[in-house]
């Protein structure tokens, strides 16, 4: 059965989530901001097809920035999509573990580590 979270609530799980990235990679990550969501927009659902989408990194990775061409843009935004994962898990401490995941796995892209790479790693 779903597990049911208010979006205030959610809010908190996903600031648990980031409380949970080292300092030390914390420190490094670069106009980026961390957003909720219900569920994905038309725009960041576009071409993604079959499994719930959990979490979006929307911007350019740190790898690919560079003073001439990644001045003065807006932040890049991280979304971490609530009913989504709320869907998937039985209870509140499931939810945690797989916000705290998905967090995880979308800081991932923002240092520009993608997918394939991620499952190199044995990320998910």
Same mark, same amino acid.
């Given at each position: 059965?779903?597990?049911?979270?208010?979006?205030?609530?959610?809010?908190?799980?996903?600031?648990?989530?980031?409380?949970?990235?080292?300092?030390?990679?914390?420190?490094?990550?670069?106009?980026?901001?961390?957003?909720?969501? $219900?569920?994905?927009?038309?725009?960041? /659902?576009?071409? *993604? @097809?079959?499994?719930?989408?959990?979490?979006?990194?929307? &911007?350019?990775?740190?790898?690919?920035?560079?003073?001439?061409?990644?001045?003065?843009?807006?932040?890049?935004?991280?979304?971490?999509?609530?009913?989504?994962?709320?869907?998937?898990?039985? $209870?509140?401490?499931?939810?945690?573990? /797989?916000?705290? *995941? @998905?967090?995880?796995?979308?800081?991932?892209?923002?240092? &520009?580590?993608?997918?394939?790479?991620?499952?190199?790693?044995?990320?998910?």
């Amino acid at each position: 059965m779903p597990v049911q979270v208010s979006p205030e609530r959610f809010d908190e799980i996903v600031g648990e989530a980031l409380d949970l990235i080292p300092e030390e990679l914390a420190a490094r990550m670069e106009n980026v901001a961390v957003l909720t969501a $219900d569920a994905p927009s038309p725009t960041q /659902r576009r071409g *993604r @097809t079959g499994r719930s989408l959990l979490g979006l990194y929307e &911007g350019v990775n740190l790898t690919r920035r560079s003073p001439v061409r990644y001045s003065a843009v807006m932040p890049d935004r991280i979304t971490i999509f609530r009913l989504s994962h709320c869907r998937i898990v039985r $209870d509140e401490d499931e939810l945690r573990r /797989r916000v705290a *995941r @998905t967090v995880a796995h979308e800081i991932a892209h923002h240092f &520009g580590i993608s997918d394939d790479r991620l499952r190199e790693l044995g990320a998910y």
